[in-house]
């Protein structure tokens, strides 16, 4: 075959899948950004072109900034803890026994319930009224920490991240699992004659090995957490009083319930460049492996 | 190079062909095609199906497709954008009505409203509709939608308990009071309400008090945003009322961190007394219902010394409306006009437990929940109805916001009322917004 029929032989065979990417993709995406620079109710063909308009405007939405700070703060805080429940709960159930195989699928149980089904079980858990927190905590004669959980401004939010956590572990669980897995026996023996036991152990050799692992960990969870909307549109509805508003949530508000679609497409344009940012800042943060010079 | 051009030019021309062919095969005779697209709620669409069968058969040549699922408004939006909608929707709540009329989407009714009913050759459509609600559908005095059923707005009571204890319904705020306090003693939640969506308590709480405290023009100026109108002091004295009620512990502990459901099974179980729902509460929760569970409606408690009308009665429809471009315009006024005869008001009412926008439909046989707000709806010599939620959603989001601050005890109902009047006053000002200026809550 000459250079010039493989490079066609290689072209039929990316053609359809480019063109499907193009047509799917790309398109929607480069739409959504020219949707934003219009007023559009998103109701009729009918739009006026409004230029920044709507960016201006964004910026200068209160609630917006509210939102992404949520949105912030739902990564970090989930981040930490599924990290550390993550790494910690791939350790003990790393080894081939019976029970640690059974855990591993109870583990990721909850993430393959979909996410409709896990905010209502966990609005059952936190109802005030016969949810089964608030009923242990008098139980334990701790009534006065028996609250509206999802009513009240100071826990609604964090009540949010505790389901998010709940359903995203098991993915985690797994994904460090099969990376602990990759790390050579050889290296962990090496380690512990060395004396490196425990958290010593953790820090200067197992977490470095997980290095690119905990990379594209953070990654996913950036976006998982910047682009959170069932659990909150369906537990607390951004509520209350926008204590848990979100970027989709309010999204979903300006579309489909104020009908400004071209406002909204604004908001998703800036919820895209942010989750890029993000993602961008946390892979070049996390680029060097601080372990690395060392070894 | 040639030969490909041939083989194209064949491959159009057979394409043709077939198109042609196809298009000839549908349409042998004159039939007409209705496309209904229905919200279905609790109510169902099995009657919009069944009417449309008897229509049929009274008119041959006419076939009626009813479609249409709980979240119909979804599958609506693209139709409409695509200039290709169904001749006669119901969009349901989920639509923004107002926006499909400043869009020129749907057309102004009143030249039918003004034509005879089904089946006459004399007399006014419009006249056959309670005016009332046939008002709420209108903007810069013409008629883009039709109502159907409709909801009233109230408070509901545990029966059994009611008449276990002793208690009564209270008609006035000094009742009320006297009477949480005796519930609360017996270990029961006075008042419980649907905390994670605040309209329940907008229109259950905030609008009653303030059409009581300040009479129907207080609320009036408000829709209409009059400066000043959304802190007058009529605003205070109703937000005052129900902080007054937090403070007191009359409300349901957690409830508002509680859903619609969550909220309505409390009362449903017997942990609380009261609730402020609508008049769809049996038939959201008859699944749920114990089974000889009884309730009793009311309206809900007035200022002792209140300026409104104690008859006072909210109301809510969820309206039908004709798509501009759809293809059969004159076919779906008449289906409608012959679902909205009498005799289909009747059925509709037997059928679905509810109230029917139809004068005379109320001579129907009502279930046992529906008895009590009829007499209510017969006795009310004012109606009033929350249209600045949908008018502007923006308002209507911040006053529910700002509701929820309020029931959590977050602010003050000073600070409340503030902030509903910058809110109409960000309102006001927006010159993207078209505004209404039709007075509501008329005499009837």
Not at chain 2, 181 to 191: D, Q, V
Not at chain 2, 212 to 239: C, H, M, R, T, Y
């Amino acid at each position: 075959m000459t250079s010039q029929a493989r490079s066609a032989f290689m072209a039929g065979f990316l053609l359809p899948a480019t063109v499907l990417y193009a047509l799917f993709v790309v398109m929607p995406v480069v739409q959504a950004f020219a949707f934003s620079l219009y007023r559009w109710r998103g109701i009729s063909a009918n739009r006026t072109f409004v230029g920044l308009e709507n960016f201006r405007q964004l910026f200068a939405d209160p609630i917006v900034w509210l939102a992404i700070r949520h949105n912030l703060l739902l990564f970090v805080g989930t981040s930490v803890v599924i990290l550390a429940m993550a790494i910690a709960l791939a350790h003990a159930i790393g080894h081939e026994t019976g029970t640690a195989r059974f855990l591993r699928a109870v583990y990721l149980f909850p993430q393959v319930i979909s996410l409709v089904v896990v905010a209502i079980l966990w609005m059952f858990i936190l109802n005030p009224s016969f949810g089964i927190l608030n009923a242990t905590l008098k139980a334990a004669g701790l009534e006065r920490w028996a609250i509206a959980w999802l009513g009240e401004r100071s826990t609604a939010l964090a009540s949010i991240g505790v389901a998010h956590v709940w359903h995203a572990l098991g993915f985690y669980i797994m994904l460090f699992a099969a990376a602990l897995r990759t790390i050579p026996p050889d290296v962990m023996e090496a380690a512990t004659l060395d004396g490196a036991m425990g958290l010593t152990r953790l820090r200067y050799v197992t977490l470095p090995m997980l290095w690119a692992v905990l990379r594209i960990a953070l990654v996913y969870m950036a976006i998982g957490t910047m682009n959170i909307f069932s659990l909150v549109f369906l537990m607390t509805q951004g509520g209350p009083d926008r204590a848990t508003e979100v970027m989709l949530t309010y999204l979903y508000e300006q579309a489909f319930k104020h009908s400004e679609f071209g406002y909204a497409t604004a908001l998703a344009v800036v919820n895209f460049v942010l989750v890029m940012a993000l993602s961008g800042a946390i892979l070049a943060l996390f680029r060097h492996n601080p372990q690395e010079g060392r070894a | 190079m040639k030969r490909t051009k041939y083989a194209l030019l064949g491959i159009a021309v057979a394409l043709t062909v077939v198109v042609v062919v196809s298009c000839g095969k549908q349409s042998p005779t004159a039939t007409k095609e209705l496309e209904v697209a229905c919200f279905k709620g609790g109510y169902g669409i099995d009657f919009f199906e069944q009417a449309a069968r008897e229509y049929e058969k009274a008119h041959p040549g006419v076939k009626i497709k009813v479609w249409g699922n709980p979240r119909v408004w979804e599958q609506l939006r693209p139709r409409f954008i695509a200039g290709n909608p169904p001749d006669l929707t119901y969009p349901g709540w989920g639509m923004d009505h107002w926006a499909l009329v400043y869009e020129g989407q749907v057309i102004p009714l009143d030249e039918y409203l003004d034509s005879p009913p089904y089946g006459k050759t004399e007399g006014r459509w419009r006249d056959t509709f309670e005016p009332s609600l046939l008002e709420l559908c209108q903007y810069q005095g013409k008629t883009y939608m039709l109502p159907y059923f409709f909801s009233m707005l109230g408070w509901w009571y545990n029966k059994d308990m009611f008449e276990k204890n002793g208690w009564k319904p209270p008609r006035t705020w000094s009742e009320l009071l006297a009477l949480c306090e005796k519930i609360k003693a017996k270990g029961i939640a006075p008042i419980t309400y649907q905390g994670i969506y605040p309209a329940y308590a907008v229109s259950g709480f905030l609008i009653p008090w303030v059409i009581s405290a300040g009479g129907i023009e207080a609320f009036d100026n408000a829709q209409n945003l009059v400066p000043g109108a959304w802190k007058s002091p009529a605003f205070l004295k109703a937000a005052q009322m129900m902080d007054e009620l937090r403070r007191r512990g009359y409300f349901q502990e957690g409830a508002n961190g509680m859903d619609h459901t969550g909220a309505q099974m409390e009362f449903l179980s017997g942990r609380a007394a009261m609730i402020p729902c609508g008049t769809w509460l049996h038939s959201e929760m008859r699944n749920v219902m114990p089974k000889d569970f009884r309730m009793g409606f009311f309206l809900p408690p007035v200022l002792d010394e209140g300026k409104g009308d104690p008859t006072a009665v909210g109301i809510g429809i969820e309206p039908w409306m004709v798509p501009t471009k759809g293809k059969n315009r004159e076919l779906a006024i008449d289906f409608y006009k012959y679902m909205t005869s009498l005799e289909k008001a009747k059925q509709f009412v037997e059928q679905k437990g509810t109230l029917m926008s139809i004068r005379g439909s109320d001579q129907a046989n009502f279930p046992e929940h529906l008895k009590e707000p009829v007499e209510v709806f017969r006795r009310a010599k004012t109606v009033w109805s929350v249209e600045y939620r949908q008018w502007y959603p923006r308002l209507g989001k911040e006053v529910e916001d700002a509701t929820a601050a309020l029931l959590a005890g977050n602010i003050t109902p000073e600070q409340f009322v503030e902030r509903l009047e910058r809110a109409a006053e960000a309102t006001r000002q927006d010159k993207n917004i078209p505004k209404h200026t039709d007075t509501r809550g008329q005499a009837r």
